[in-house]
């Protein structure tokens, strides 16, 4: 009872948390911060000088950009408890959206950051509606509180606006720009600065500024309000007397409606400025739930189909969920892993569920950004790594052997960006599929096929800087040189039309021959269907059951390739209706090879389209400038969504073909005199013009990369 005791302790005390934001909102810089004001790192890392210690690959202290999520772990001391918190660092740049997926899924809680200047920006929205699809409790930090043209309320506005939150501050900022020098917690009514001496490692109690008293009371009195709205015992003593609510009751009820995912607490610093981090470490602990408060995992049990829950509990049958693969050159392959129930020692087993396959975990390790510490053990509620696996994908579940369960997997966006590739040296062919072969491993969001037609290699990914850093990748950490075409879009192709038809598959060759013979309708899928929508409609045993898998299978591996330029088919519904079979010559690659001419027949009668990606573009472009970019967008096929005014520039909203952006960056500058800037994520894929779609088609086929 004791033990059990114990491990309840243990995991209340534990914080599982992600910082996510829009590129340069100071991510990085804040981890930086926590791993200082903790103890974890003697001095404290710095993004622009290249030494910040979550950015460990060298592409990252290059660019002073983060590419790839990196974990650590940190304690944090509080009202006489000493708390552990499992931190990630997640990329702001929407080319490795996929490292931010990924992690929240896995993570219970979030720190949303926020640029004072820039505010909700397009990868702050993009970040925002991941938590809500993981449903991830988070709070948000309005960092860079001393630059200039900082607005604290202006960003809370935009949380409140853009993202359709609740959001509540918990703290108002003493000054902005160049005179921020603290801040007003309104749950303790106090003002508090931090000692520059020391890094802002001491924290000061300071009077509230005369001419914010009117202000802090109006904020305090809303706070008060809001907690009180749905709690009758704060009710009554906000009714009898507001000043009566301890401070222990307003956090309990601020935790509860943040747990509830109903409000999002504000805090307000200056990371870079060594000022607000200790209060947001506060926070996490105060607000940002345990694994208790998770309570537990729904999966399905691969033997009885059946939907099975597992408690948070160190004593419930193993379970974890992989998220993130990784290459190490002294360990080799990282599988790094959240541990939902149960308990596992190093060199034991474990059923890899999604695969059926048994491994044997040589290694367990908890990870400090590129650096390991070894652990005999990991429990319920931690995240770590593991060594020792032969096969693993991001995504698979795994399990003890006779208590199996498979989490749902993570989804991940298809790649927009296509360029062929090359080993500059003939010797190098094998050593470049090794190496794509473990990069493919450790990036979900990275595809790769040879051209039918051609022969190319062609490498597929979220944008420009994501292949460009794959490249860079394979020259440095794997050896190996590589010539590269310009990037193309990825185009995709549809059908319109549904259509009836048939086809009949025979081949004899002396011996036993081959034949199939199917019915079917095809066409566009149903709304919201990606993939391949496959419908048996097939009555009696005109087709043997066994057969109708071929079918299928044969259809999907055909929608690889379509039938106006090659391009993938996104997606199509098939309704098998009818068919015939030979007792002897037909068999499960005879249906599958039918199905294949079938889908390149039917789809020259089925109307087929050429589908683009279409970005959701964002400029930040200076108010002399706004009719030559505005003009220029629309050569680009784009259409305009909104213009916003902010003091001395606007930000132009709109969606623009992807083919139509490569090399932006260079047009904008020239436009703007380099005064502009812009962000592009992927939005939605759209038909081809007619006439644009002819000059992609014929420059396909005449294998143009």
Known sequence: MANEQDNMNKLSLTRNIGIMAHIDAGKTTTTERILYYSGRNRKLGEVHDGAATMDWMVQEQERGITITSAATTVFWRLNDNTYKINIIDTPGHVDFT?????????????????????GVEPQSETVWHQANKYKVPRICYVNKMDRVGADFFKVVDQISDRLYANPVPLQLPIGSEDTFCGVVDLIKNKAFAREEADNGMTIVEVEIPDEMKDMVAEYRAKLLEGAAEDNEDLFNKFIEDPDSITEAELIEQIRKETLELRICPVMCGSSFKNKGVQSLLDAVVNYLPNPLDIDHVVGINPKTEEEEVRPSDPNAPFCALAFKIATDPFVGRLAFFRVYSGTLKAGSYVLNASTGKKERISKILQMHANKQNPLE???????????????????DTLTVENKPLVLENIKFPDPVVNIAIEPKATADIDKLDQSLAKLLEEDPTLFVHTDETSGQIILSGMGELHLDIIMDRLRREFGVAVNSGRPQVAYKEAFTQTIQHREVYKKQTGGKGKFADIEFTMGPADEGFSGLQFVDAVKGGDIPREFIPSVEKGFKNAMLNGVLAGFPVESLKVTLTDGSFHPVDSDALSFETAARFAFREAGKKAGAVLLEPIMHVEIHCPDEYIGDVTGDLN????????VRAEIGYQIIVADVPLAEMFGYITTLRTLSSGRANYNMEFSHYTPVPEALAEVVVKKAKGMII
């Open 377 to 395: 053990e990991i429990s319920a509620g931690d995240i770590g790594a593991a060594v020792g696996f032969k096969q693993i994908r991001t995504g």
């Open 98 to 118: 996929v490292e931010v997926e990924r992690s929240l899924r896995i993570l219970d809680g979030a720190i949303a950051i926020f640029c004072a200047v820039g």
């Open 635 to 642: 050569k680009k096929r784009s259409i305009l969504r909104e």
